[in-house]
Nanobody, 119 residues
C-alpha cells in the first residue's frame, strides 16, 4: 500500500520560512518523480515544484528563487523549503509521487498540509 504523509505546514508571517516534508512508503522512491502542488480555496490545484529521479527540478514561476525542492532517497522523503513567504502562498500543499511504466503512469497523493501566511 502506497502512503504519502506531508508535514511541516503551519502559520507563518510574511517573509518567513517553512520546510515541508513528505514521507513515503510502498513505492520505489528512487525511481519516482516527486512533486509539490498547492490548492487555495476556490482555486485549482497547481504544481509548485517537481524533482526527477536524477535530481532535475522544475518550479512554477511564482515560486522561483524562493522555494527549493529536494529529495533524500535514503529516507524516502521529499522536501520543500519555502523562503520569503507571501500571503498568496497560503494554500493546502500536497505531495505527489509519479511512477511511470511502459504500460501506464501511476500517481499517488498525500492528504495535504495547510500553509497559512499572514500579512
Amino acid at each position: 500500500q502506497v502512503q504519502l504523509v506531508e508535514s511541516g505546514g503551519g502559520l507563518v508571517q510574511a517573509g518567513g520560512s517553512l520546510r515541508l516534508s513528505c514521507s513515503t512508503s510502498g513505492i520505489l522512491f528512487s525511481s519516482a518523480t516527486l512533486s509539490w502542488y498547492r490548492q487555495a480555496p476556490g482555486e485549482q490545484r497547481d504544481m509548485v515544484a517537481a524533482i526527477t529521479p536524477t535530481g532535475g527540478t522544475n518550479y512554477a514561476d511564482s515560486v522561483k528563487g524562493r522555494f527549493t525542492i529536494s529529495r533524500d532517497n535514503a529516507k524516502n522523503t521529499v522536501y520543500l523549503q519555502m523562503n520569503s513567504l507571501k500571503p498568496e502562498d497560503t494554500a493546502v500543499y500536497y505531495c505527489k509521487a509519479r511512477r511511470t511504466t511502459i504500460i501506464r503512469t501511476y500517481d499517488y497523493w498525500g492528504q495535504g498540509t495547510q500553509v497559512t501566511v499572514s500579512s
